[in-house]
């Protein structure tokens, strides 16, 4: 039994292997491994949270379940954006907690072949961007890819758990 839910299990990841779901901030266009992606929603009231960073714009109450809400805009240090009938949520699951990501709007799933997916260059510093992961050629486009799982440091990670519990 342990072996077929490993195949079960191996599967499903070279299924999701190289899907990322595409978003946009801005002009720009973002991808996140669609492995992370629970659910996209659309805007709804949002109840802001006392002595949280500005990117941590508050709960949402998301069919019983209480969700923090990352505004990733101001997470990149990007002027912040009235938010729109465009404006989506992308809940994501990692380290077992659920987060929405607000973003401007999503685009659709695309899958990147290896061989479309490079490296991030350093800057003259020596330094990368630490939430962005790859950046990948989609046709005549770039799609930065996002690293979910560095969009908050173990320490952020465990403030909003604790919100949630």
Do not use: W
Request: glycine residues 6%; hydrophobic residues 45%.
């Amino acid at each position: 039994m342990a072996d077929l839910d490993n195949n079960l299990t191996e599967a499903t990841e070279d299924t999701l292997k190289g899907r990322f779901l595409s978003f946009l901030i801005g002009n720009e266009m973002y991808g996140i491994e669609i492995r992370y992606v629970t659910e996209i929603v659309g805007i709804q009231a949002i109840t802001a949270m006392p002595e949280m960073p500005d990117y941590i714009k508050g709960i949402i109450n998301l069919r019983g379940n209480i969700v923090p809400l990352m505004d990733v805009r101001l997470r990149f240090s990007m002027e912040q954006k009235a938010y729109d009938d465009r404006t989506c949520v992308i809940v994501v699951d990692f380290a077992d907690t659920a987060i929405g990501l607000i973003v401007d709007s999503v685009s659709e799933v695309v899958t990147l072949a290896d061989e479309n997916i490079s490296e991030l260059p350093q800057n003259s510093l020596g330094l990368s961007n630490r939430y962005l992961k790859h950046i990948g050629k989609l046709d005549s486009d770039v799609i930065l890819l996002v690293d979910c799982v560095k969009l908050l440091t173990e320490d952020e990670l465990e403030a909003v758990s604790e919100i949630i519990q």
